[in-house]
């Protein structure tokens, strides 16, 4: 299939950009990877197309103190080459294909929002924010958290007329364990579905793909905690593992997937409690290697 027609809009510079948008509300082009299909096969067929990739300024990927901020450009391959979030890392490593990662953008994949992504996922588990830009007379910004960023199945807060320019991913503490575990059904796949943690000496919190309208967050309370002890003490496959066991079927009991021709809802949420367990006690098992205990 070919697209539908569009007209095609390469501004070269933000402002030229919103002011674009907000004239034509047309859809931005970053990588491509998922729009072009999706025009392909008829999916969307926006009258306007306004292609970023020549906007001066929107490539970066700072590193700082308190996390890393990646602009609209910033490719997944690059991200993943710069090697500066453990996490963000490990994560594009299961992003589709190299081919697909030397195009595909990290904010482009946010702004998608496929629940079955991986790095939705992990925005709302580190509690980062994106940053939207609109065109109000002047180039006007608003900083959006992770949490109200994902609206539901391929659907962000990102409106009509607005541009994502940059996600901001906090970085992890000292000592901190992180871990993503996914199953897909070929490897490149978008996931059937994936559980990434964050495991802290105090908390423990997760994110999980393919199980819900968008990223499903479940912090673990203070008594799996505590559960957790043999676990953080380097334990994790003698009492920790039962213990991460608990913590896993509490997260399995928060999701509630549906079934499609790929894997069935019960399928789907037995997998989430394996992965949350896997990647539970991984993470712990990581943060006490780096903490020495
Ligand atoms: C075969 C295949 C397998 C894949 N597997 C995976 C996978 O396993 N995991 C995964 O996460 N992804 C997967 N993807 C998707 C890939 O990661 C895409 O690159 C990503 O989802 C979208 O990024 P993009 O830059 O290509 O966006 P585009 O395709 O250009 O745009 C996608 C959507 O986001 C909007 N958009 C993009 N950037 C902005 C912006 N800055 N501001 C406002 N709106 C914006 C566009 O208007 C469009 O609606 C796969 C893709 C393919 C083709």
């Not at 491509?32 to 008829?42: C, E, T, Y």
């Not at 180039?139 to 992770?146: D, F, G, H």
């Not at 409106?159 to 991913?169: D, I």
Request: with cysteine; net charge neutral.
């Amino acid at each position: 299939m070919k697209p539908p027609p569009f007209t095609y809009h390469a501004p070269r510079d933000l402002p030229g950009a919103l002011r674009t948008l907000a004239e034509v509300r047309g859809k931005v082009l970053a990588g491509g990877q998922s729009l072009i299909p999706m025009l392909n096969m008829r999916l969307a067929a926006p009258e306007h197309l306004v292609d970023i990739n020549r906007v001066a300024g929107l490539d970066g990927i700072e590193a700082g103190r308190a996390g890393v901020t990646v602009g609209a450009l910033a490719r997944h391959a690059d991200v993943e080459r710069a090697g500066v979030h453990p996490l963000l890392t490990r994560a594009l490593r299961l992003v589709a294909h190299p081919v697909i990662r030397n195009r595909g953008t990290v904010v482009g994949s946010l702004v998608h929002a496929d629940p079955a992504a991986e790095l939705p996922a992990v925005l709302a588990v580190l509690g980062g924010s994106v940053r939207v830009a609109r065109w109000d007379g002047r180039v006007t910004v608003r900083e959006v958290p992770a949490e109200e960023f994902f609206v539901g199945p391929m659907e962000s807060a990102v409106g009509p007329g607005e541009l994502a320019v940059s996600a901001f991913f906090p970085a992890l503490g000292e000592g901190v364990g992180v871990a993503f575990e996914e199953v897909a059904r070929r490897h490149g796949d978008y996931a059937l579905a994936g559980v990434c943690a964050v495991v802290t000496p105090d908390s423990a919190r997760v994110a999980c793909i393919g199980v819900g309208a968008r990223p499903v967050v479940v912090d673990l309370d203070r008594g799996a905690a505590d559960h957790r002890g043999g676990a953080d003490r380097g334990g994790a496959d003698r009492g920790g593992c039962r213990d991460w066991r608990e913590a896993a079927a509490a997260v399995r009991d928060v999701t509630d997937p549906e079934g499609d021709i790929h894997a069935s809802a019960a399928y789907r949420r037995h997998l989430v409690g394996v992965l949350a367990e896997r990647a539970l006690r991984d993470a712990a098992r990581e943060g006490a290697a780096a903490r020495g205990a």
